[in-house]
T-cell receptor, first 115, second 111 residues
Framework: GAGVSQSPRYKVAKRGQDVALRCDPI?????LFWYQQALGQGPEFLTY????????KSGLPSDRFFAERPEGSVSTLKIQRTQQEDSAVYLC?????????????FGQGTRLTVV | QKEVEQDPGPLSVPEGAIVSLNCTYS??????FMWYRQYSRKGPELLMY????GNKEDGRFTAQVDKSSKYISLFIRDSQPSDSATYLC???????????FGTGTRLKVLA
């Protein structure tokens, strides 16, 4: 596809449930980012991959959050034992170059609602 | 205080007006400045990407960076109802990959 694709678009989870969010970056893009956007706020950085290597996970809010990109293309963000404060839009972005100061292109996001 | 400040709006203007959107920041190490447009329930769409100070123009959009004042602007000429969206500024320091975003300004262009 031409752009970054994320699935599902919407996810409702019961508190305590595990969820998995998928990101298909633009083909050939080396760098992949996950951001979290709370309602009425700007996106906040969660984690960064260069190919399959997770170079920075400093933005992950707790050890319940886990991200992987095993083959350097598709990435999955997993949230274990979801809490209400996890409700947000989770955005994936990719860029062609190796991440430093490059233009990042975002997907449409997955809106997670924890009830 | 947040590193990047942006007035959330909403900002309402008539069709055809010149729109000025602004962000201020506190980190003098920011070197890269971006503007994204985000329609409701969509992901951010990159509009402008600039390095250091100066102006950059692309069609109806002009981005300005004033590093001495720690102030960036996005101007939209001949605004259209289709420009109604939230505009997010984002910044990063040299040699990093994290963007720091503002909260976004909601713009409404009235027909």
């Amino acid at each position: 596809g031409a752009g970054v694709s994320q699935s599902p678009r919407y996810k409702v989870a019961k508190r305590g449930q595990d969820v998995a969010l998928r990101c298909d970056p633009i083909s050939g893009h080396v760098s992949l980012f996950w951001y979290q956007q709370a309602l009425g706020q700007g996106p906040e950085f969660l984690t960064y991959f260069q190919n399959e290597a997770q170079l920075d996970k400093s933005g992950l809010p707790s050890d319940r959050f886990f991200a992987e990109r095993p083959e350097g293309s598709v990435s999955t963000l997993k949230i274990q034992r979801t809490q209400q404060e996890d409700s947000a839009v989770y955005l994936c972005a990719s860029s062609f170059a190796q991440g430093l100061n490059t233009e990042a292109f975002f997907g449409q996001g997955t809106r997670l609602t924890v009830v | 205080q947040k590193e990047v400040e942006q007035d959330p709006g909403p900002l309402s203007v008539p069709e055809g007006a010149i729109v000025s959107l602004n962000c201020t920041y506190s980190n003098s190490a920011f070197q890269y400045f971006m503007w994204y447009r985000q329609y409701s329930r969509k992901g951010p769409e990159l509009l402008m990407y600039t390095y250091s100070s100066g102006n950059k123009e692309d069609g109806r959009f002009t981005a300005q960076v004033d590093k001495s004042s720690k102030y960036i602007s996005l101007f939209i000429r001949d605004s259209q109802p289709s420009d109604s969206a939230t505009y997010l500024c984002a910044m990063s320091t040299s040699g990093t990959y994290k963007y720091i975003f503002g909260t976004g300004t909601r713009l409404k262009v009235l027909a």
